[in-house]
């Protein structure tokens, strides 16, 4: 059966000890192990990831994504009664209104009002919308960011369990435009250094901006993978990046995208004919076996989780059996799993 016919979630898992999620990030970022994959014929090379710079050539394109990551996880208490409210701040709406998750929601009906950080911050429900999501409008003086950034902490993902230390280790060391709910984590591996190193080889660095919404990692729930709902997220590209990916490609360098953000951001601006154009918006692309890819010929990433579509997203580009056999030689390693784990290259 060919890969475009395996749209049942079950052929995307794939069996992991639990003592190989990391938990913690390492000390240098870029010593992190790197996986390299060559998504024709399925061979693996196994290095360190300060070595991806050997498998970029000079007239190469790098794209990264620059987004940079809210301290969404903020801890109240409900007004009245006390008990303990637990928001995640998801997408922004106008007038200081966020549409937000609460744990736990049967406490939060419209009307309720939350104070957070001993009334720094005050936030009352307005509304709730689809999944039960709380549409909530905040309070302050101020500015927004900073109450945020004194109140709130990272949302790691659920199965990182212990308490991340310095903020900076979840956001890029290129972030920029604030708005994601999660990190972008495939940049988490370079360093400035690093950066520079790849830059003064002659390969040029664009940025494009995805704002993560956890909607990338909501579990699918659906055993046919064509049936399942991805999420909007927000984009933007602007002309002098655009450009600097056409120019690339024009002549003949490869487009290595850096995450799965970076790479549904690309295959959102680019036409039939392979040109990026910029621009701004929301993008809801799934991207499974079957799928053209119109932008990308690389692809930096992490190792993902059984059955989810950013596992779905790797197969596209290197074949579901090269991806499960990858990820097999990746657990027998003893590779590091997921946000704060090691790196793979396709190329």
């Keep these: ?73 903020l801890y109240g208490n409900k007004v009245g009664t006390d008990a303990r409210i637990e928001v995640l701040l998801l997408k922004r709406h106008e007038n200081d209104v966020w549409e937000t998750l609460v744990k736990p929601g049967k406490k939060c009906k419209v009307g309720t ?6 009334g720094l911050l005050k936030g009352e429900v307005i509304d709730i919308v689809e999944e039960g999501n709380r549409l909530i409008q905040f309070q302050y003086e101020g500015i927004f960011e900073e109450v945020l950034d004194r109140l709130g902490e990272m949302p790691l993902p659920p199965y990182i369990t212990h308490k ?23 940049g988490l591996h370079f360093t400035k250094e690093l950066l520079e ?14 704002h993560v919404g956890l909607g990338t990692f909501r579990p699918v729930k659906v055993e046919n993978i064509l049936e ?68 990308i010929d690389c692809l930096i990433t992490n190792f993902h989780l059984p059955e989810s579509t950013l596992l779905m997203l790797v197969s596209a580009l290197a074949g579901r059996e090269n991806v499960l056999g990858a990820y097999e030689e990746a657990v027998k390693e003893k590779y590091r799993f997921f946000s704060f784990g090691d790196a793979m290259l396709i190329q």
């Design 113 to 118: 009002v939350i104070t957070f950080g001993d």
């Design 1 to 73: 059966m060919s890969d475009t016919e395996k749209m049942s979630l079950h052929d995307y898992y794939y069996d992991l000890p639990e003592e190989l999620i990391a938990q913690d990030p390492l000390e240098d970022r870029s010593s992190s192990r790197l996986m390299v994959l060559d998504k024709e014929n399925g061979n693996i090379e196994h290095h360190v990831f300060k070595d991806i710079i050997d498998y970029l050539k000079e007239g190469d394109c790098l794209v990264i994504n620059d987004t940079k990551v809210l301290p969404a996880r």
């Design 228 to 295: 399942h709902h991805m999420h909007s997220e927000f984009y933007m590209v602007d002309e002098k990046d655009a450009d600097m990916i056409n120019h690339c490609r024009e002549n003949g360098g490869r487009i290595i995208s850096v995450g799965t953000t970076s790479t549904r951001t690309l295959e959102t601006v680019t036409d039939d004919k392979g040109i990026v154009h910029a621009g701004s918006g929301w993008t809801q692309i799934f991207i499974y076996p079957g799928y053209q890819f119109k932008a």
């Design 164 to 186: 991340l230390e310095d903020k900076n280790r979840y956001q890029t060391v290129y972030a920029k435009y604030e708005g994601s709910a999660a990190a972008p984590t495939a």
């Design 197 to 210: 190193e790849i830059e003064k080889k002659g390969i040029k660095i664009a940025h494009v901006t995805l």
